[in-house]
């Protein structure tokens, strides 16, 4: 069973819909987590940083992560063409530098 | 404020040469690690660099090695490399100090022919 379960399929949404993204995992020591978005040919970019259970919301984006189910999802409000990327979900059992456990990504495209 | 800066950004090699990739840390992080990210799959660490040692250590083989500098920045090194071993490999930076997660750096694409 891997670390991180991320299924990867490409979802295509209409400009203005809103994205839901989901990841799972296995290790009930992580209590840090990430979300990263990543432009083709690009590094990872930090989208989201929570910790432990509970939401977070930044703008357009909302995280959300119940340790219980060992569930992480990421809603993206309104989207927008420019929201085109992979999204990466990652995660790791100490703050800042231990490393990071990613899942696969899930491409998003966003059709005007 | 200059972000994690990485070099080359593409690189082509022959199975069985080494190749050494740099890094560059964001200004004042002090800690570097490096991970592979395969075409289609998500980034896999490979090993983290503090005070010129290496402190974590991923599942990779002895063939990969690295290096870290007085100033932060870094080196990662590959010995005999496989076709296996294309992938992009990136860098990321984070502060010892402050504890805030990594930051990435744009990547080094490397083709193994």
């Known amino acids: 069973q891997k670390e991180v379960e991320q299924d990867p399929g490409p979802l295509s949404v209409p400009e203005g819909a809103i994205v839901s993204l989901n990841c799972t995992y296995s290790?009930?020591?992580?209590?840090?987590f990430m979300w990263y978005r990543q432009y083709s040919r690009k590094g990872p970019e930090l989208l989201m940083y929570t910790y432990s259970s509970g939401n977070k919301e930044d703008g357009r984006f909302t995280a959300q992560v119940d340790k219980s189910s060992k569930y992480i999802s990421l809603f993206i409000r309104d989207s927008q063409p420019s929201d085109s990327a992979t999204y990466l979900c990652?995660?790791?059992?100490?703050?800042?530098?231990?490393?990071?456990?990613f899942g696969k990504g899930n491409q998003v495209v966003v059709i005007p | 404020d200059a972000g994690v800066t990485q070099s080359p950004t593409h690189l082509i090699k022959t199975r069985g040469q080494q190749v050494t990739l740099r890094c560059s840390p964001k200004?004042?992080?002090?800690?570097v690690s490096w991970y592979q990210q395969a075409l289609g799959q998500g980034p896999q660490f490979i090993f983290q660099y503090y005070e010129e040692e290496e402190r974590q250590r991923g599942n990779f083989p002895d063939r990969f090695s690295g290096h870290q500098f007085p100033n932060y920045s870094s080196e990662l090194n590959v010995n005999a490399l496989l076709l296996g071993d294309s992938a992009l490999y990136l860098c990321?930076?984070?502060?010892?100090?402050?504890?805030?997660?990594?930051?990435f750096g744009p990547g080094t694409r490397l083709l193994v022919l």
């Open positions: 990321a930076s984070s502060s010892r100090q402050i504890g805030e997660t990594q930051y």
């Open positions: 200004s004042g992080h002090d800690t």
């Open positions: 290790n009930s020591a992580f209590q840090y």
């Open positions: 990652a995660m790791s059992v100490l703050r800042g530098n231990n490393r990071l456990a």
